[in-house]
């Protein structure tokens, strides 16, 4: 089994409980098949890139999966049947985009800029340094 990943823009007409439906019956249609869903994001409404259909807004679904390369086929002939479904991608996952995706859910509840530094942190580091390097310039002279 490979993992995989979706992406798929339902039209924005849809009501919300319209929307859930259409998840629901892609996530129904994988694990029917054998396939394991490992995460599921509703993005929501988002505009999108260029318009669609004369429609430039979607909602926007995600799901993680693991199943047999056999499924794709079948999960994208339903994506195209399905006039609710006006985009979608699946991407295979190699071993680096599943690290990556691991540390996203695990850190989807957490901080995620803790390393980073805050701009007056970064600005006094600046001056700090600017200081020494004029410092050692004045005494480099004075020994000359």
Do not use: C
Not at 7 to 35: C, H, N, R, W, Y
Not at 44 to 64: N, Q
Not at 92 to 110: C, M, S, T, V, W
């Amino acid at each position: 089994m490979n993992n995989y990943e979706t992406v798929f823009i339902l039209t924005p007409v849809l009501s919300d409980v319209q929307m859930k439906e259409a998840v629901e019956k892609f996530k129904k249609l994988l694990t029917d098949q054998g396939a394991e869903i490992v995460n599921e994001e509703d993005w929501g409404l988002r505009k999108l890139a260029y318009p669609i259909d004369k429609k430039t807004t979607g909602f926007y679904a995600f799901l993680e999966f693991k199943a047999d390369p056999s499924m794709i086929e079948r999960l994208e002939v339903n994506f195209r049947r399905d006039e609710r479904v006006i985009r979608f991608l699946t991407v295979k996952q190699d071993r680096f985009a599943l690290e990556y995706a691991e540390k996203r859910r695990n850190n989807k509840g957490g901080k995620r800029h803790e390393a980073r530094p805050q701009a007056s942190e970064t600005v006094k580091t600046r001056k700090t340094e600017t200081a020494v390097a004029v410092e050692d310039v004045e005494l480099n002279e004075k020994e000359d």
